[in-house]
């Protein structure tokens, strides 16, 4: 028998989470509880209640869904075995100008828990799943409650498909969730795309992941008031610029910043473009930002002691290249001089650079002649750049119980499956 469905607030989310579930065909009914009256007559009336043209479209074309879907404005909540809330947040003080005041972005989600509780206290161990946006320290909260958390995707006025089979599902299980649970609600098949992380992490996702489009948002606007006061259609180049950046997983990879000789001249020829000083300390904080990032390896220095001897895996801005044009690894190289500490370098072709680029000091005893030789020596090892033949070394397990700092967030790229984190410092035992 079907385990029966609450959906609590049954706007975008609410609906589109209904129709979702329904369209795996093992749920035959759905039932959603909303305060708004006119939602639910629209409903009754066979009436799309969301302002949205494909949903609207889909609607008229599957008609059943409305048979399938029932809005109620009161529901008891003992008839039921799974509640999904998805409920506005929208902060209070909506009001408020200053919203770059961290107080005044503090989501409301009273609402969400004062729910859960009531459900709770009716049904004990009643399985939840929130799927409004929370903030980020409610998950104490969720876990605290044991519910679990499942953040929502969607962009509006996109095709249904898109939204309902467009990304895998991300899902912060709690405790009294079982796998059986979860396949009662989505089928077996669509069981393997749950990626299942924990409830900080779930929301972290969600918050990060609008940040990049929000952000993204911004350089694109702008890159386009610059064009339009040079007279130049930005409209016109959009199409290139997409094809460009189509394929270019490493700039989302976190690790030293960018160097090279082309990032660096080419952001910085924004500044003698602009006429506007917003933009003139936009771009300057930005570029500042990636210099400081330089200096993440201080993160670490807790981490050497005076006699260790260091090794640094790639000095190149980039690997495949050895490009040490404002190449990032140099703070760290000109640090590490400076203390005099007994460090050596490697990459590819050392010996074609010239590495008083990087600092008048670099000499014979800091250049590694025979890496496997001193691979096997060094206590740690800095990655600095994300050459592919790393990874042949880890495969031949040439890289064996050292202390790893990967600066480059490589190992989190690396074909090897070696799921470690960027930033990491950790020891490969095969
Ligand atoms: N719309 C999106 O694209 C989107 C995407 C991801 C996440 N979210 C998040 O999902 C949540 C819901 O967003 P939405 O766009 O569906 O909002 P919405 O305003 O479209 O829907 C919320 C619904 O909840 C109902 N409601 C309000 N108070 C209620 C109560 N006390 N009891 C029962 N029902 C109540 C409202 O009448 C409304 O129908 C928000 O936290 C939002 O940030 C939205």
Redesign the pocket.
């Known amino acids: 028998m079907q385990k029966k469905i609450l959906i609590?607030?049954?706007?975008?989310?609410?609906l589109y989470t209904a129709i979702k579930l329904i369209n795996n065909e093992q749920i035959k009914k759905i039932d959603i509880?909303?305060?708004?009256k006119k939602?639910i007559d629209k409903w009754k009336n066979l009436k799309n209640?969301?302002s949205d043209l494909y949903l609207e479209d889909f609607l008229q074309k599957n008609k059943s869904f409305f048979k399938k879907i029932n809005y109620l404005n009161k529901a008891n909540f003992e008839n039921y075995h799974f509640f999904i809330l998805?409920?506005?947040?929208?902060p209070e003080k909506r009001k408020i100008i200053n919203w770059q005041s961290s107080k005044n972005n503090i989501?409301s989600t009273n609402?969400i828990f004062s729910?859960c509780k009531k459900i709770k206290n009716i049904k004990k161990n009643s399985k939840i799943i929130i799927?409004?946006?929370?903030n980020y320290n409610d998950y104490l909260k969720i876990d605290d409650l044991n519910i679990s958390y499942w953040?929502?995707?969607?962009?509006?006025g996109q095709k249904i498909d898109k939204n309902i089979n467009g990304h895998k599902i991300i899902f912060a299980k709690a405790k009294n969730f079982t796998k059986k649970d979860i396949l009662n609600l989505i089928p077996e098949q669509k069981y393997k795309n749950i990626i299942f992380v924990k409830t900080n992490e779930a929301i972290m996702i969600k918050i990060f992941h609008n940040s990049f489009d929000a952000f993204s948002i911004t350089i694109s606007n702008l890159l386009a008031n610059i064009s339009q006061k040079n007279n130049i259609k930005f409209s016109n180049l959009i199409p290139i610029l997409n094809d460009l950046l189509k394929i270019k997983p490493r700039v989302k990879t976190p690790g030293l910043g960018y160097g090279g000789s082309c990032y660096p001249k080419d952001s910085r020829s924004l500044l003698n473009i602009l006429n506007s000083k917003k933009d003139l300390k936009l771009i300057n904080q930005l570029d500042k930002y990636n210099l400081n990032q330089q200096k993440s390896y201080k993160n670490y220095l807790n981490l050497i002691k005076k006699n260790d001897k260091i090794l640094i895996l790639g000095i190149s801005f980039k690997g495949q290249t050895n490009d040490i044009t404002e190449t990032p690894i140099k703070s760290l190289v000109n640090y590490l001089i400076r203390k005099k500490y007994n460090f050596k370098i490697w990459e590819p072709n050392l010996d074609k650079l010239n590495l008083k680029m990087i600092n008048k000091n670099i000499n014979e005893q800091n250049i590694i002649k025979n890496i496997e030789k001193d691979l096997k020596e060094c206590n740690i090892i800095f990655i600095g750049s994300d050459w592919d033949i790393f990874n042949k070394f880890i495969k031949e397990k040439k890289i064996k119980d050292k202390k790893i700092i990967d600066l480059k967030g490589y190992l989190s790229i690396s074909k090897e499956n070696i799921h470690y984190r960027i930033g990491d410092t950790f020891n490969i035992n095969y």
């Not at 998805?86 to 929208?90: A, E, K, V």
């Not at 799927?131 to 929370?134: D, E, G, K």
């Not at 953040?151 to 509006?156: A, D, T, V």
Request: proline share 9%.
């Open positions: 609590i607030g049954g706007g975008y989310v609410g509880l909303d305060i708004d939602k209640p969301i998805t409920l506005p947040t929208n989501l609402k729910y799927r409004s946006t929370v953040p929502e995707f969607l962009s509006q």
